[in-house]
């Protein structure tokens, strides 16, 4: 099993995005959507941009935002990645010259519900397999059925929503995804992240890992 990807997301405190860089996550997820508890506006979101160092990969989070609003965050937070949460399509995330994660809804789907995204959306670096039902936003902490989903399966994706310490690594055992996204799970309060249960999610990635690497 390759290394597992870890997607802090919806950070909103400098010293938390510092934090998160000293325990060597991969990607920091900065959010764009009304009416999120972790919204941020185009100035925040620069600012915060410049805290991600080199080598971690930041991520802007949109949902069915207009052309014009996505661009107004490309041309000035500079992610490295795009997002889509919403009904965009394949063609609509592919057009701001950025690699882009895709959310899939499982909340109440089968597992077919992961190749039927997968399909529809070739353009996408990777899927985000999240736990909220199909129409609403995202990022509600809820989690899903991992063990449904196909165990052959040619796109790369993250386990997202309900993910936490205490969850995480039976997560990783049961789905072997390719990486994990948590919010809610690393926090005090929205925006608000704790900086001794980030440290516990990644220990407990880590620890599944090795279990899995010695056939556990």
């Given at each position: 099993?390759?290394?597992?990807?870890?997607?802090?997301?919806?950070?909103?405190?400098?010293?938390?995005?510092d934090a998160a860089s000293r325990l060597g996550v991969d990607y920091i997820g900065?959010?764009?959507?009304?009416?999120?508890?972790?919204?941020?506006?185009?100035?925040?979101?620069?600012?915060?941009?410049?805290?991600?160092?080199?080598?971690?990969?930041?991520?802007?989070?949109?949902?069915?935002?207009?052309?014009?609003?996505?661009?107004?965050?490309?041309?000035?937070?500079?992610?490295?990645?795009?997002?889509?949460?919403?009904?965009?399509?394949?063609?609509?995330?592919?057009?701001?010259?950025?690699?882009?994660?895709?959310?899939?809804?499982?909340?109440?789907?089968?597992?077919?519900?992961?190749?039927?995204?997968?399909?529809?959306?070739?353009?996408?670096?990777?899927?985000?397999?999240?736990?909220?039902?199909?129409?609403?936003?995202?990022?509600?902490?809820?989690?899903?059925?991992?063990?449904?989903?196909?165990?052959a399966f040619d796109k790369s994706f993250l386990l997202a929503g309900g993910l936490?310490?205490?969850?995480v690594g039976l997560a990783i055992r049961a789905a072997r995804p390719w990486g994990?996204?948590?919010?809610?799970?690393?926090?005090?309060?929205?925006?608000?992240?704790?900086?001794?249960?980030?440290?516990?999610?990644?220990?407990?990635?880590?620890?599944?890992?090795?279990?899995?690497?010695?056939?556990?």
């Open positions: 099993m390759t290394r597992t990807r870890i997607k802090f997301c919806g950070m909103t405190r400098a010293h938390d995005i900065l959010v764009f959507v009304a009416g999120s508890r972790r919204s941020l506006g185009l100035e925040q979101g620069r600012q915060l941009r410049a805290q991600v160092p080199a080598g971690i990969a930041s991520v802007a989070l949109v949902m069915d935002a207009a052309v014009d609003q996505v661009q107004a965050i490309v041309d000035q937070v500079r992610p490295d990645l795009l997002q889509f949460h919403g009904a965009e399509d394949d063609a609509f995330c592919a057009g701001f010259g950025l690699p882009f994660l895709k959310v899939a809804a499982m909340g109440g789907q089968s597992g077919d519900a992961a190749r039927v995204a997968a399909a529809g959306f070739p353009s996408a670096v990777a899927l985000v397999l999240d736990g909220h039902a199909p129409g609403s936003a995202g990022g509600s902490g809820q989690a899903f059925d991992w063990t449904g989903l196909p165990t936490c310490p205490d969850n994990v996204d948590v919010s809610s799970g690393i926090e005090q309060a929205p925006g608000v992240k704790d900086g001794a249960r980030m440290q516990a999610f990644v220990d407990e990635v880590r620890r599944a890992e090795s279990a899995i690497a010695d056939g556990n």
